[in-house]
């Protein structure tokens, strides 16, 4: 079992805090202390107004929440929703904001699906998707007693529902990646030779720097910086020369 110290979750919960006597609230706040979480909308900095605005009623609430663990919760800098006149939904996006020092890690949990080139599929593609997921979501068991359990602390059916969400992860990625156009690999002419050695020297610059704490000044700021030109530097003179060198590449094949 993976040990995690910083927590963030996050969702719909349905359930609007101020609604005392709403059957979902007594649950989800004894959820949080169970796993010691804290609701951000409790916090000072808590900005968000509502979440949820009914399309047929006009009525509001605030039912989509993050949490964070406790070790976070004194962390928290911003907690706001977005007002974007593209967004369709009846949900506004909430967004948090950490005063924390972070690194991208790798996900353990691998359902990758980051070949698929989504930008190029046509209505077909996606219509094709849509009928390959409906389509094999029929085939998977649901696991209605997990479903139908009412108990808070159950931990019998832990196994089934992590099952059940293997199987629809699953068929999420199957279907795309039968129905989806993948991504182009196409290899700049020069690109190992002259950019490949500058960009790793310039990613493990920029590591080391996010490591020492993202310094302003001092050396290891310096060989970010010069590391990080010479990569962009390089770049920009691969994609400038790609006939000379893709014409290079040719003259050596033969
Ligand atoms: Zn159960």
């Not at 409906?134 to 359990?149: G, H, M, W, Y």
């Not at 019998?156 to 990646?177: D, G, L, R």
Request: proline share 4%; charged share 25%.
């Amino acid at each position: 079992m993976m040990k995690f110290e910083h927590v963030v979750f996050g969702g719909d919960m349905n359930t609007d805090l101020d609604r005392s006597h709403s059957l979902h609230v007594g649950p989800l706040q004894d959820f949080c202390v169970r796993h010691s979480l804290k609701f951000c909308v409790m916090h000072p900095q808590n900005e968000v107004p509502y979440s949820y605005m009914s399309d047929w009623n006009g009525a509001h609430s605030t039912i989509d929440h993050m949490m964070v663990t406790d070790n976070m919760y004194e962390l928290i800098s911003k907690y706001v929703t977005k007002d974007d006149a593209d967004n369709f939904s009846d949900h506004n996006p909430v967004l948090l904001s950490l005063d924390m020092i972070t690194q991208l890690g790798r996900n353990p949990i691998s359902h990758d699906t980051s070949r698929l080139a989504w930008h190029r599929s046509s209505d077909h593609n996606i219509m094709m998707y849509q009928q390959e997921v409906k389509r094999r979501l029929c085939l998977v068991d649901v696991p209605v007693e997990a479903v139908e359990c009412n108990d808070f602390q159950c931990t019998q059916h832990a196994a089934a529902i992590s099952e059940y969400y293997n199987q629809v992860m699953n068929v999420i990625q199957t279907s795309a990646k039968e129905t989806i156009p993948m991504r182009k690999k196409k290899s700049k002419a020069g690109w190992n030779e002259h950019v490949e050695p500058l960009r790793e020297k310039s990613l493990f610059w920029n590591t080391m720097w996010v490591q020492c704490g993202r310094p302003r000044q001092g050396w290891v700021h310096r060989l970010r910086t010069i590391t990080k030109s010479r990569y962009k530097r390089a770049v920009r003179w691969v994609l400038r020369n790609q006939d000379k060198l893709a014409a290079e590449r040719a003259w050596q094949k033969n």
